[in-house]
């Protein structure tokens, strides 16, 4: 079975301020990895997403992620974040003979001005 | 902005109620998904298809939710009983293939059952 985690349900940093939303999965062995965004009465838009390769992928609006194997993490981070980025992030995982992606429970992200 | 159009964006129904929900999915995009997520934001997968072809689907859709993706139609899921418990936001995703796992999104039909 596959599943995947995002521990803090809820962060809140200031503008400019660096951030860290974490996410572990569960899977034998390695995923195709995705961060999504969803902002408010919107669907979700894709940040980024790891297949292979370099471990580090860069995405939309500065935002990168670290795959780490030895860890199970898929942790996205960006350097300086703006109040705009206030929105619910979710990590999926997907191992190809499942055919559906697993969603996490998203952590909501709040931006203090 | 989405290219996956949902509609409608919201819909109330009272117990008992049909719901029918409609996508369609991006030009060039043969695989459709449909997801339930609820207020927690807990994503539940429903059903999904290649063309007009079910791929997989969980057993509560086989009661009293039902779904299509006629050819040169909108896809649709049908709830023919409602529920409270129904009360989520249905997402539609579109992809290319059954390979890559990018999902691409419509905005959802939340649906409120009372």
């Known amino acids: 079975a596959q599943s995947v985690t995002q521990p803090d349900a809820r962060v809140t940093v200031s503008e400019g301020a660096s951030l860290q939303l974490r996410c572990k999965y569960s899977y034998s062995g390695t995923p195709y990895l995705f961060w999504y965004v969803q902002y408010p009465r919107q669907g979700l838009q894709l940040l980024l997403k790891y297949y292979s390769g370099d471990p580090v992928v860069q995405g939309v609006n500065g935002f990168e992620a670290e795959f780490s194997k030895s860890n199970s993490s898929f942790h996205l981070r960006k350097a300086s974040v703006h109040w705009s980025d206030s929105a619910v992030y979710f990590c999926a995982l997907f191992s190809g003979g499942n055919y559906k992606p697993t969603f996490g429970k998203g952590t909501s992200l709040v931006v203090h001005p | 902005n989405s290219k996956v159009i949902q509609t409608p964006r919201y819909l109330v129904k009272g117990q008992g109620q049909k719901a029918k929900m409609r996508c369609i999915p991006e030009?060039?995009?043969?695989?459709v998904f449909w997801y339930q997520q609820n207020k927690n934001n807990e994503f539940k997968f429903l059903i999904n298809?290649?063309?007009?072809?079910?791929?997989?689907q969980i057993d509560m859709t086989e009661k009293r939710f039902s779904a299509e993706c006629p050819s040169n139609s909108p896809c649709s899921l049908e709830i023919q009983s409602s529920e409270a418990g129904d009360s989520a936001l249905y997402l539609c995703?579109?992809?290319?293939?059954?390979?890559?796992?990018?999902?691409?999104f419509g905005e959802g039909s939340k649906l409120t059952v009372l």
């Open positions: 995703a579109s992809s290319r293939t059954q390979n890559t796992g990018q999902l691409y």
């Open positions: 030009k060039g995009h043969p695989v």
């Open positions: 298809f290649q063309n007009q072809e079910v791929l997989q």
